[in-house]
């Protein structure tokens, strides 16, 4: 681990609630801004989470695989003396590996989440390609589930349309909670 | 790597200690023999490593019965050896020459890259979260060795579920 870069987001919560950052008024409705996370997995498919949950970036993570472990799982990584675990949300939504054995994503977004069994604070990580970027976006822009995966509706809170693209906004406490079969 | 041929009856045979000291050293403060104790997250007792390619596994010493060496191209009856996603091999490979049977099938002989004996092993277990465990995952628990490898805890008879399903 001693090779590895940190560097720190700006989240310090660890509720996975949106923190709005005020209101403007547009005639007689009330447009709410908030931020997200956004990351970006396979072609053109994207993610957000709330800012409050992203806690660091990991650059060249080190991960230990975990033989037959699920297979969206890349492996568990050493994160200030615990155990977490990393995921690859594109293979968590094409139900199959897309990841080859022995590879390593560029980056781990560490994120909190609540254990449902102990009701600890808890935190896992996805293994990205790139840099997640921050975005403004508002209640406007919210917009259905895409319909190519199942599992979103089990992982996601909400979506949004942000520039011609859906982002489902994610729920970590529902992603890192338990296994998706 | 050309091993001699010499068959170790019993674990005896393997005196290697945590620490690395002899293994007379630490008999007194053993648990009862062969047991492994947990609690408060920790694992305490004589346990074996497993090691195929890079995974390493780490079972209690209980739940291994036998084990030996295979000499350079001997066959050794109901022998096996898994990979590194702990499938079945189809064939148990040349660097695979250390063979361990387990309490849950003593016919079967398992065979591996290396096998060490921990004796009086005094690690924190980190449990393995729900997310990365598929319903048939035979690990439970991350450990660091005291040499600083990690290995994944799980129980022999597990271990043995999980290969013969994945074979079908």
Do not use: K
């Amino acid at each position: 681990m001693s090779e590895t870069n940190h560097r720190m987001h700006t989240g310090q919560s660890a509720a996975p609630h949106f923190a709005w950052e005020g209101a403007e008024h547009h005639s007689e409705r009330v447009q709410r801004v908030a931020q997200a996370r956004v990351v970006v997995f396979g072609q053109r498919r994207y993610a957000g989470f709330s800012p409050n949950v992203t806690i660091e970036l990991v650059e060249h993570p080190v991960l230990l695989e975990v033989p037959a472990s699920a297979y969206y799982v890349r492996g568990m990584m050493q994160w200030h003396g615990r155990w977490i675990p990393v995921l690859d949300l594109h293979s968590l939504i094409m139900a199959h590996p897309t990841f080859g054995r022995g590879t390593v994503p560029r980056f781990a977004l560490v994120m909190s989440y609540t254990d449902r069994t102990t009701g600890e604070p808890a935190f896992g990580a996805l293994g990205l390609p790139v840099m997640p970027q921050t975005v403004s976006i508002t209640n406007a822009d919210a917009c259905g589930l895409p319909v190519r995966s199942d599992l979103w509706p089990y992982i996601a809170m909400s979506c949004v349309s942000f520039r011609g693209a859906v982002i489902p906004i994610v729920d970590t406490d529902r992603l890192f909670g338990s296994y998706h079969g | 790597m050309e091993v001699q041929g010499i068959v170790h009856d019993g674990l005896s045979a393997l005196p290697v200690l945590a620490d690395g000291s002899a293994a007379g050293s630490a008999a007194a403060q053993l648990p009862a023999a062969g047991s492994v104790l947990q609690e408060g997250g920790w694992l305490r007792g004589n346990c074996v490593a497993l090691v195929t390619g890079t995974v390493q596994l780490l079972v209690p010493q209980h739940d291994v019965v036998h084990t030996g060496y295979l000499q350079t191209g001997e066959a050794v009856a109901g022998a096996l050896a898994v990979s590194e996603e702990l499938l079945l091999l189809p064939a148990v490979p040349q660097d695979c020459f250390v063979y361990t049977a387990f309490a849950d099938a003593p016919a079967v002989n398992w065979c591996w890259n290396d096998v060490r004996v921990l004796i009086d092993l005094h690690v924190q277990l980190h449990p393995l979260p729900n997310v990365v465990l598929a319903p048939h995952t035979p690990l439970t628990a991350v450990v660091t060795l005291p040499d600083g490898s990690h290995a994944f805890y799980t129980r022999a008879a597990q271990l043995s579920r999980f290969v013969r399903q994945q074979a079908g």
